[in-house]
């Protein structure tokens, strides 16, 4: 979707520069392609001359860098994805109750960083079960927990589950808070890997999602490599020339380089493609308000331009075959998808 926003902004503003706020999303191939698009990304909202378009990226910024933008008078496009705003907005709602927040994740990652600014004063962040001893509680009945969107649920179980033990009393999240696409993509290869000899993740290293899927191939026991591209391909991971080979990807990888991989192996190895359905992703979301802005005032009705998030079409000349589909085991607890309006 944050990428989507991107390719509008540049599509309805040619000649306009255009600035984005940190990674739009955690993927190198998607940065310099648009930063070869003279997109301009700044870690710095001072950084970009008044008046002109910021876009913020995916992960979600903390209020202090929003309110510094309106005050310099910046047009501003918030990508953030719907789904770290559910987190803000729960952050938000807890700490006007009274609680403590206990926000699982990286403490480094922008999302963290974002969802934390929402409620400073009265978040923590747990990264591990080892950080528990050293939180500062005051009220045991006063808790609540929240999560990064992009954890693996396996590790973010482990540290829920710890958390319980330490404070019976501590809230859940009224809503799962990992996203459907993080989850679906975890659910979906550890029903795959152990059907297969090796998991390639398409995604960048500093992407969460994309490391995380990684591990939980490693976990079912199928060796797992994260990869930018075809280039990063290894012949010698293959065991054989008939290997059965996982092609997954980072929720923001694009699905060229997916494609790219697919036919990179197909013309070393020959074979087939076979897609394994294990859940059905369609979703829309509206535009970002700034840029349905942009959209009225060059006489374009927003609805026009929703934003589809769906499987793509796998065809012989891009992916190096068509595919044939074949059953997947069901998986238990299966996510619901979350579509915006």
């Known amino acids: 979707m944050a990428i989507d926003v991107v390719d509008q902004v540049l599509d309805l503003c040619p000649g306009e520069p255009v600035y984005v706020y940190h990674d739009i999303v955690h993927n190198t191939h998607v940065v310099n392609r648009f930063r070869d698009r003279g997109v301009i990304f700044v870690e710095d909202v001072d950084a970009v001359p008044a008046g002109n378009i910021v876009v913020f990226s995916a992960h979600g910024i903390p209020p202090a860098v929003r309110g510094r933008a309106q005050e310099r008078g910046l047009r501003v496009i918030d990508a953030t994805c719907p789904l770290v705003t559910k987190v803000h907005n729960e952050a938000i709602r807890y700490a006007r109750m009274g609680y403590q927040i206990l926000l699982v994740g990286h403490k480094d990652h922008q999302e963290i960083i974002g969802t934390r600014g929402e409620a400073p004063q009265a978040t923590q962040v747990v990264e591990s079960p080892k950080d528990i001893p050293h939180l500062r509680i005051e009220d045991p009945a006063r808790l609540v927990y929240l999560t990064q969107t992009t954890l693996s649920t396996d590790d973010a179980a482990?540290?829920?589950?710890?958390?319980?033990?330490?404070?019976?009393?501590?809230?859940?999240?009224?809503?799962?808070?990992?996203?459907?696409?993080?989850?679906?993509?975890q659910?979906?290869?550890?029903?795959?890997?152990?059907?297969?000899?090796?998991?390639?993740?398409?995604?960048?290293?500093h992407s969460s999602n994309s490391k995380r899927l990684t591990e939980i191939s490693q976990h079912a026991g199928t060796r797992g490599y994260l990869i930018d591209d075809a280039g990063q391909i290894d012949f010698a991971w293959f065991p054989s020339p008939d290997s059965t080979v996982l092609v997954t990807a980072g929720a923001s990888a694009p699905e060229d380089l997916v494609a790219t991989v697919c036919r990179t192996l197909l013309e070393r190895f020959s074979g087939d493609i076979q897609t394994c359905d294990v859940f059905e992703e369609d979703a829309y979301f509206a535009p970002p308000a700034g840029l349905k802005q942009i959209m009225r005032d060059r006489g374009i009705?927003?609805?026009?331009?929703?934003?589809r998030v769906t499987k793509p079409t796998i065809s012989a000349p891009a992916y190096g075959a068509t595919a044939q589909t074949i059953s997947a085991p069901a998986p238990?607890?299966?996510?619901?998808?979350?579509?915006?309006a």
């Open 301 to 307: 009705d927003p609805k026009s331009r929703a934003i």
């Open 187 to 205: 659910h979906a290869v550890r029903v795959l890997a152990p059907m297969c000899d090796l998991t390639l993740v398409v995604g960048s290293t």
């Open 158 to 185: 482990v540290i829920i589950d710890a958390l319980r033990r330490a404070f019976p009393q501590i809230k859940a999240p009224p809503s799962e808070d990992i996203c459907y696409a993080t989850t679906n993509r």
């Open 332 to 340: 238990t607890n299966t996510p619901t998808p979350t579509t915006g």
